[in-house]
């Protein structure tokens, strides 16, 4: 994965801030086996590939859902002339403005819908709420990162929180495409049967000055949510900064 202040991009320092539903947390509530089951999955899709396949798995402690970009998101159009680095004054503003968004959301409780190949060679997680007749926590959150940070970049989704685990990046050239892709599909549908159901609960975000695309590489912090739900029960407190 490319790194920010590198060529092509040469980004300014913490040009690229991101909102985070990250699913490794030290308070487990189940989403610590959806993410090692996820990871295994990874694996052996990775596994059914042919040999000399090029590809990326995310680090299983860095595996999440994207719920905002506050600041420049990769790869969007942009000025170098008219970029510059945030003070670090307007980074804990903004950091600030996170942590109240979480503050005022309950624990998000999702269940795995499935795993997806896509055409472009990336392994999605796909999760959904648990309670699907209610608004969904994770169109909250976006909502409310929305009203905070106008101007900035949201991830939009449907209803199913993506989480990526793979990129295939390219295949060998004598390599049998149909029968790669039928031994892919096999492993993604066993894994998706044995996912299905899962259930896990998010007790908060994380805030990333993130470095390297992708990987939230880089000075971050836990934000805990701290409302409460009848699903979850009471929100723990807590925060830390961390670099991963």
């Known amino acids: 994965p490319r790194w920010y202040a590198a060529p092509p991009w040469s980004y300014p320092a913490d040009a690229v801030r ?11 509530g189940g989403i610590e086996r959806v993410r090692r089951l996820a990871a295994r999955a990874a694996r052996e899709v ?40 945030p003070t670090e004054a307007e980074l804990a503003a903004e950091e600030r403005a996170a942590a109240a968004i979480a503050a005022a959301a309950a624990p998000v409780e999702l269940v795995v819908d499935r795993l997806a190949f896509t055409r472009s060679g990336v392994l ?6 648990a309670d699907e007749c209610a608004p969904s926590p994770v169109g909250a959150l976006r909502d ?4 905070a940070f106008a101007g900035a970049h949201a991830q939009r989704t449907t209803q199913l929180v993506h989480v990526s685990l793979l990129r295939l ?3 060998p050239p004598p ?13 993604v549908d066993r894994w998706s049967a044995r ?37 979850t029960g009471r929100a723990r407190r807590g925060r830390r900064a961390r670099q991963w």
């Open 46 to 85: 990775a596994e059914a590939l042919p040999p000399g396949a090029a590809r990326y798995a995310q680090p299983q402690r860095t595996l999440h859902a994207t719920i905002y970009h506050p600041g420049h998101a990769p790869g969007s159009p942009w000025d170098a002339r008219r970029m510059r680095a």
């Open 169 to 171: 990046l390219s295949l």
């Open 195 to 231: 996912l299905r159901g899962v259930r896990g609960v998010v007790r908060g975000l994380r805030y990333v000055r993130e470095e390297q695309i992708i990987t939230l590489a880089g000075r971050s912090s836990w934000l805990p949510f701290s409302a409460r739900n009848n699903a």
């Open 175 to 187: 390599a049998n495409r149909t029968a790669a892709a039928r031994a892919v599909a096999d492993v």
């Open 18 to 28: 991101v909102i985070a539903l990250p699913l490794s947390q030290d308070d487990d």
């Open 144 to 147: 409310a990162a929305a009203a």
């Open 124 to 129: 999605l997680l796909l999760l959904r709420p």
